[in-house]
Every structure is written in structure tokens, then in C-alpha cells.
């Protein structure tokens, strides 16, 4: 069993930064994938940042440059530096891992983002 447990969201200016940690506990590394989504109201869960256990990175269009994803593996602990944020990035971030295949998933509660003036 995978638990996640994600924190560091708060309030923030245009322009400020935040870093997200999510804590893992069980054998996460079993899981190819270590991720962090976002949904905002309305909006559909979008995956922003992707790290594999190969240490490939990806990351949506709209981050790339301005975020970071990375781990600390002795800790299992998940991270996104979020830097030069804009209001269109307040949302609810989730941390989580999947399998290779994709069919096999843990989610974290999530924490919100809010980015305002």
C-alpha cells in the first residue's frame, strides 16, 4: 500500500514561487512514474510535471521553464519548484504514482495553489 501526502500549497503573488513536497511512504519505487497533476474549477485534472524512475522528465507546455520536478529518493519525498507564478496556475495539485502500464495509481489529497494579487 502507497500513501501520499502532499503539502506547501498556500497563497502566493504573480511573479512568487512555492515548492511542493510530497511525502510517500510503502514501496514507491515499484512505480515508473512520480507525478504532479493540477485541476482548477471547471477544468479537467492535467498532468504538469512527470519524473520516471530513469529520471526522464517531462513537463506541460505552460510550466516548462518555470518548474521543476525532483525527488530525494532516501526520503521518498516528491517535489515541484514552482517559480514565476501566474494566476492561471492557481489550482489543486495532486502528487502521484503510477505503473508502467498505466493501471496501477495512488493519488495524493491534494493541496491548493493560489496565486493572487
Known amino acids: 500500500q502507497v500513501q501520499l501526502v502532499e503539502s506547501g500549497g498556500g497563497l502566493v503573488q504573480p511573479g512568487g514561487s512555492l515548492r511542493l513536497s510530497c511525502a510517500a511512504s510503502?514501496?514507491?519505487?515499484?512505480?515508473?512514474?512520480m507525478g504532479w497533476y493540477r485541476q482548477a474549477p471547471g477544468n479537467q485534472r492535467e498532468l504538469v510535471a512527470q519524473?520516471?524512475?530513469?529520471?526522464?522528465?517531462s513537463y506541460a507546455d505552460s510550466v516548462k521553464g518555470r518548474f521543476t520536478i525532483s525527488r530525494d529518493n532516501a526520503k521518498k519525498i516528491l517535489f515541484l519548484q514552482m517559480n514565476s507564478l501566474k494566476p492561471e496556475d492557481t489550482a489543486v495539485y495532486y502528487c502521484?504514482?503510477?505503473?508502467?502500464?498505466?493501471?496501477?495509481?495512488?493519488w495524493g489529497q491534494g493541496t491548493q495553489v493560489t496565486i493572487s494579487s
Open positions: 510503502g514501496n514507491i519505487f515499484s512505480f515508473y512514474y
Open positions: 502521484s504514482v503510477q505503473n508502467f502500464g498505466r493501471n496501477r495509481e495512488y
Open positions: 519524473l520516471t524512475t530513469d529520471s526522464r522528465t
